[in-house]
């Protein structure tokens, strides 16, 4: 489970609660990213290989 370090609609504490509700869950804390619909060119190719990890 992906959650933003600097998200502040939801912060860490939500992220880990909602993980520890989840069977199996892996929270990853992603630095700097928050609480909208775009990434900065950086969070991107960390947001895809945490996918691309989780689902092979």
Do not use: K, N, Y
């Amino acid at each position: 489970m992906l959650h933003g370090s600097d998200d502040p609609l939801f912060p860490r504490a939500h992220g880990e609660a909602l993980a520890a509700q989840i069977p199996a869950a892996q929270l990853e804390m992603v630095p700097g990213m928050g609480h909208h619909p775009f990434f900065s060119p950086g969070l991107t190719g960390r947001i895809a290989g945490s996918i691309i990890r989780h689902t092979t």
